[in-house]
């Protein structure tokens, strides 16, 4: 059974900076393209970062050049580097495997781990 374990998240002020780790347990992130999310208080699920298995990186807009996703294969751990952070930045963070969020959007997810950004 695949757990996601995503920590690092808290109260930060604007223009701060945090480090979220995802922990994965249950299956190899090797070879798969992972994926960080995250949802606001009366907003949907949003994909912010993706990093594949070779290490290349995609972001939304909203933090290009303020994020940074990063993987540990051999620790079955990513990470994102979160920078000048803003308040609309708050949210409960999630880790993920790409396809399987494609294939089941249902699937399951981690605890996720809460960002507050104060302005």
């Known amino acids: 059974q695949v757990q996601l374990v995503e920590s690092g998240g808290g109260l930060v002020q604007a223009g701060g900076s945090l480090r979220l780790s995802c922990i994965l347990s249950?299956?190899?992130?090797?070879?798969?393209?992972m994926g960080w999310y995250r949802q606001a208080p009366g907003k949907q699920r949003e994909l912010v970062a993706t990093?594949?298995?070779?290490?290349?990186?995609n972001y939304a807009d909203a933090v290009k050049g303020r994020f940074t996703a990063s993987r540990d294969n051999a620790k079955n751990t990513m990470y994102l580097q979160m920078d000048s952070l803003k308040h609309e930045d708050t949210a409960v963070y999630y880790c993920?495997?790409?396809?399987?969020?494609?294939?089941?959007?249902?699937?399951?997810w981690g605890q996720g781990t809460q960002v507050t950004v104060s302005s």
């Open positions: 993920n495997v790409v396809a399987i969020v494609i294939r089941n959007p249902n699937t399951s």
């Open positions: 249950g299956m190899s992130i090797s070879g798969n393209t």
């Open positions: 990093i594949s298995s070779g290490g290349s990186t």
